[in-house]
Structure formats: structure tokens, C-alpha cells
């Protein structure tokens, strides 16, 4: 089975917070939180699928998005690679554009939600990227 490529952001704000949104019914784990972004398309780059993803999902323009980590994750109905990117500046307010619900959240707070599978081991990574942003903005 050939894995589905798929771009997916993490967007931060004030060193804590970051962003998912909640798959709409009728899809695949509809009703999961994830990290916003989407498939990466024949011929296209990651960053220029994250740009597409994020404009469309959640009416936003990337300014700054850094390659983080590609984590491969097997579904029972798919194979994914996931490349993840800190999205650290963009244009505009995200909102979910698709209807999804969309929300800024801590590492505390997302404890309550349910998450897509193959977003456990990013949330256990995560502390370190944000002590990085804390990190950048003090220096």
C-alpha cells in the first residue's frame, strides 16, 4: 500500500497554545481533533500543499513555516506520512472555513479531546518546539 503524503501545520501562539481542528461528519475518524492540513498533490512541494491546505481549511496566508518532523503512521484503511511544519507567522485570523470547528488549544487541554491516532507522538514532542518559540522570542 503506498502511503498518502500529507502536509499538516503547527501553529503556535504566545510560547503555549497551538491550533487543531475537528474532522467534519462524514469523513474518515470524523469527529477527531488533528493538526489543519491536507494532501500533498502529484508534482507539488510540501510547503506549497501546506500554503494550498491552510488557505482552503483555514482562510489563512503562510508567512513563516519551518519543516518540524515527518511521522508515518499505518491506519487500518490507509497508510499516511505526515510532514509536519511549525507555522509561526501567517495572514489573517483561522477560522474553519469548511465548517469544521477549529480551536487554539494547550498541551493540558487537547488531554480531553479525542485526537487522531497519528498525532500522539507529535503531542510528545511538542513541549520541545514550544520551548523553542519561548526560547526565539526571548533572544
Keep these: 500500500m503506498k502511503a498518502v503524503r500529507v502536509a499538516a501545520?503547527?501553529?503556535?501562539?504566545?510560547?503555549?497554545?497551538?491550533?487543531?481542528?475537528?474532522?467534519?461528519?462524514?469523513?474518515?475518524?470524523?469527529?477527531?481533533?488533528?493538526?489543519?492540513?491536507?494532501?500533498?498533490?502529484?508534482g507539488e512541494t510540501e510547503q506549497a500543499a501546506l500554503a494550498r491546505e491552510l488557505e482552503e481549511e483555514l482562510g489563512i496566508v503562510v508567512e513563516r513555516a519551518t519543516p518540524?518532523?515527518?511521522?508515518?503512521?499505518?491506519?487500518?484503511?490507509?497508510?499516511?506520512?505526515?510532514?509536519f511544519f511549525h507555522v509561526s507567522a501567517w495572514l489573517g485570523e483561522p477560522y474553519g472555513r469548511e465548517g469544521q470547528n477549529c480551536g487554539w488549544q494547550t498541551l493540558e487541554s487537547c488531554q480531553e479531546l479525542l485526537l487522531l491516532p497519528a498525532n500522539h507522538g507529535i503531542l510528545k514532542a511538542l513541549p520541545v518546539l514550544l520551548n523553542d518559540e519561548i526560547s526565539s522570542a526571548l533572544s
Design 68 to 83: 518540524w518532523q515527518i511521522v508515518h503512521f499505518t491506519y487500518p484503511h490507509a497508510e499516511v506520512e505526515l510532514h
Design 9 to 42: 501545520a503547527i501553529l503556535t501562539r504566545s510560547g503555549k497554545e497551538f491550533l487543531l481542528t475537528q474532522r467534519p461528519a462524514g469523513k474518515v475518524y470524523a469527529g477527531y481533533w488533528e493538526f489543519p492540513g491536507g494532501k500533498i498533490e502529484a
